[in-house]
């Protein structure tokens, strides 16, 4: 089973993510992120990372939150990196 890093997107400037969670995004083979992550963010993983869109949008949650931990667990089963993107 692969690691999971729960990684906080900040407020949305890239200038702002920690030097851990863009070490993590660079090495992620699959980033599962909603709409908040700023896609200048997601420009930074490797090459070959999968995405997996779950959305949360305030009162409409396209996935709902035991669907996303079940979509980061199958992902954790099949990779070596999970990022979780909030």
Known sequence: MGKVYLTGAGPGDIELLTIKALKVI???DVIIYDRLANPDILKEAKNGCEFVY???EDGKHIVPQDDINE??????LKYENVVRLK
């Open 54 to 56: 779950v959305g949360k």
């Open 71 to 76: 979509v980061i667990y199958q992902n954790a």
């Open 26 to 28: 660079k090495e992620a």
